[in-house]
Structure formats: structure tokens, C-alpha cells
């Protein structure tokens, strides 16, 4: 064998014969589902909460600085790009809360059944639109 991966393929049966399984399954074996993907989505949003929390602390140091640094962060974050940042945030803010109210509900053992998670699913997604665009509306105005 000169892969080492091919050494994780190969098994016995309960009577000796040598057979070869399937490595766990991955990405390419299945189809993505709704509920693979908010998963996914809940750990990417998660990241993003991160990296969006460096830019409001950003935001307080300016703040407490001087009145320069504050005005070259409030300009960053009314520009185009800033506003693009924001919104991934914000979006990425409610995603993590709408989903995380939904897992609670799993930890209270209510909502296991297929056709519920796949409603809770896409009301997580609807109040994340939602929640997103009123928040967004209310940070434009506030402008």
C-alpha cells in the first residue's frame, strides 16, 4: 500500500474475509440538507460574531482615545465597505440568536421530529432575514 489511507480501508468481517470499507462520510458522499447546512452556517456565523466583536472593541478604544480616532472609525464604518462589514454582523448576530433559541428548545427535548426541524430550520432563516433588514433600516437611519 503506498497511501497510508488505504491502511484505514481495509477491514475484516466477522468470518476472515478481507474487505474494503468507505471512509466516514464527508462533504462530496451526501447532498447538502438544511440541517447540515445551518450547522455549518451556526459555526461560520460564530466566527463571524468574533471578528465583527475585534471591530466594536475598535469602535470603544477609538471612542475613549480622542475624537480623531473616533471620527476615523465612525468614516470607516459608514463607507461602503464599513456598511458591508456591518450588515455581515448584524446578520450574523441574529443567525447565532434565532439558532441558538432554536437549540434550546432541543435541549429541552422538544422539536426531534423531521418535519418540525426542517419549519424550525426555515424560521430561523426567515427571522434572520427579517431581523437582519429592520436592524439595518434602523442603523442607516440612525446615520
Known sequence: MTNPRDALTIARTSDGRLVRRPLSPHLQAY??????????????TGIA?????????????????SDSAYA???GFMRSPLGLLFLFGWI?????????????LAWDAGMGFELPTVYAT???????????TVVTMIAVVMAL
Open 31 to 44: 447532498k447538502p440538507q438544511i440541517t447540515s447546512v445551518l450547522s455549518i452556517m451556526n459555526r461560520m
Open 49 to 65: 460574531l468574533s471578528v465583527g466583536t475585534l471591530l466594536l472593541v475598535w469602535w470603544f478604544v477609538a471612542a475613549a482615545s
Open 72 to 74: 476615523g472609525v465612525s
Open 91 to 103: 446578520a450574523s448576530l441574529w443567525y447565532h440568536f434565532c439558532n441558538g433559541i432554536r437549540h
Open 121 to 131: 430550520g426555515w424560521a430561523v432563516v426567515g427571522a434572520t432575514g427579517v431581523l
